[in-house]
């Protein structure tokens, strides 16, 4: 029967670390599994003030624009009577709010008379009751999608 000698063991041993560990170092560094899906090249966009370059931008929902201004901008305790359209024309965004205020179907004409003042609890209000009335519109939407086909009697032939 065979017995190894040490330096046999040894060496053996070596090289056997050395290639689990070039394994394992190799499998490691490549870069990990990419999704199948392919990608879509897009040309970068200019945020300028051009209705033009505006247009091209994908229009979001206004209960998404609104969620987005909520998430924004929180009211903290004592700030409720704040005017915001200063900060809102500042940050840009008054724009933004003014139109949603055009587009929507929502009545908040008792919460906001001009964009030239309002408070935040104000400006929060009525950024709620744009996305629910928004959110009822895609609702109501989908579910005329989701009704059946109205049945049509079939005409019997003689």
């Known amino acids: 029967m065979y017995k ?5 063991s040894y060496f053996w041993g070596l090289f056997s670390g050395l290639i689990v560990s070039a394994f394992l170092f190799t499998s490691f560094s ?3 599994v990419v999704s199948e899906q392919p990608e879509i090249e897009t040309e970068p966009v200019k945020l300028t003030t051009a209705p033009a370059v505006v247009a091209d931008i994908p229009r979001q929902s206004l209960a998404a624009r609104a969620e987005l201004l909520l998430k924004y901008y929180t009211i903290r305790d004592g700030a409720e009577e ?7 024309q500042k940050n840009g965004h008054l724009e933004i709010f003014s139109q949603m205020l055009q587009e929507s179907t929502a009545d908040v004409s008792d919460l906001i008379q001009s964009t030239q003042s309002f408070t935040a609890a104000q400006f929060y209000a009525s950024l709620v009751r744009i996305k629910q009335k928004d959110e009822e519109q895609q609702a109501k939407a989908q ?6 086909a109205p049945m049509t009697p079939e005409v019997s032939k003689p």
């Open 82 to 88: 704040t005017n915001l359209a200063p900060l809102l």
């Open 30 to 32: 490549q870069p990990l």
């Open 143 to 148: 579910l005329e999608l989701l009704k059946p």
């Open 4 to 8: 190894p000698t040490p330096l046999l």
